[in-house]
Structures are given as structure tokens and as C-alpha cells.
């Protein structure tokens, strides 16, 4: 699990360094900051990216739920879910990247903007990488293996409008 969100911060950071050197055409810069603004203006209206998902695991600082005794850093939230649950787009975007991470499966990370949302422990996918994605388009399935306790999604999102980038609480950006 460490490793994976320890992929997506290198990934988003990346991102959010060569959106800071860059150059951008004005037309480019034209469509960053309309899907900045439009997600912007979401915040707390944003699906679910599982249906009836529960969330297991919260943001930031806190002890493990596993283990008392750790202490970690939680870039984002762990929902619970059933057996296949599709995973949807929480808001349009494109999708940025798509890459395995062993042991915890795929995971598609898709741009908004100077925003990022990540979905991690996927067992298929029903996009590629440049695809343009609506609002609740489906982007693939969770990992269906025999092990309940896996019927999780792994869900974060990232503002890279500066180096470093900053991971935010996805709670108050979905709707409750």
C-alpha cells in the first residue's frame, strides 16, 4: 500500500514540477484553469467513486486501524466495497496515467485541471491513458479475489497548482 501511494506522490510531483516550468500555449492554459475552476466549484458535490462505499480508512494522520501501535500518513481515504463494484470518474478530466502497482493491482490517475484524482487497487480497466471522462463514467473494477478484506478502493486527491503538491481530504469534496 506504501508503495503505491508513494508511486502516485512521485507521479503527481512530476506533474506539478513540469506544470510549473512548462510553458503552456494560452489555449492550454485556457483549459487548466476552467477544469481548476469547475472543480473548484464542486467541492462537497462529487460522487462517490464506488457506490454504497464505505470508508474504512480516513485522510491524514492517524493510527492504523490494523495496528494501534503505527502511525501513518494517509494521502487519501480507503472505502470498502462489494465484490467487483464498478469505480466511476468523481468529475470530468482526462485520464493522466494508468500503471500496475504489484500487490495492490492497477491504478488510473486522472487530471482535472491542476487537480488529480487517483483510484488504486483496480482489478480491470475500461479506459486508456488521454481519454477524455465524463462525470460518473466508468473507469474500471475493484480487485475481485477471493480474500474479502481486498474489496477495497483506494481513493485520493492532489492539487499540483504548486511543487510540492498537495494531497487534500476527498471527505469534504464528496458529496455526503
Do not use: C
Not at 7 to 27: F, G
Not at 123 to 142: F, P, R
Not at 156 to 169: E, G, H, L, M, R
Request: charged letters at 25%.
Amino acid at each position: 500500500m506504501k508503495n503505491a501511494q508513494d508511486q502516485v506522490q512521485r507521479i503527481i510531483a512530476e506533474e506539478a514540477r513540469r506544470m510549473q516550468t512548462t510553458p503552456r500555449t494560452e489555449a492550454e492554459e485556457e483549459v487548466i484553469i476552467a477544469l481548476t475552476g469547475r472543480f473548484d466549484q464542486n467541492k462537497g458535490r462529487m460522487p462517490y467513486p464506488v457506490s454504497g462505499g464505505v470508508v474504512i480508512d480516513k485522510f491524514g494522520r492517524h493510527k492504523d486501524p490494523n495496528n494501534p501501535n503505527v502511525e501513518k500518513n494517509q494521502p487519501g481515504i480507503t472505502l470498502a466495497t462489494e465484490r467487483g463494484a464498478n469505480v466511476r470518474a468523481v468529475f470530468e478530466g482526462e485520464v493522466y496515467r494508468i500503471f500496475l502497482q504489484p500487490g495492490l493491482g492497477n491504478v488510473v490517475i486522472i487530471q482535472h485541471g491542476n487537480y488529480f484524482t487517483n483510484y488504486t487497487n483496480l482489478e480491470t480497466v475500461a479506459v486508456k491513458t488521454g481519454d477524455k471522462v465524463a462525470t460518473n463514467q466508468l473507469i474500471g473494477k475493484v480487485y475481485s479475489g477471493d480474500n474479502a478484506e481486498n474489496y477495497i478502493l483506494n481513493f485520493s486527491i492532489s492539487d499540483a497548482a504548486n511543487y510540492p503538491p498537495v494531497f487534500v481530504n476527498p471527505e469534504q469534496w464528496l458529496r455526503r
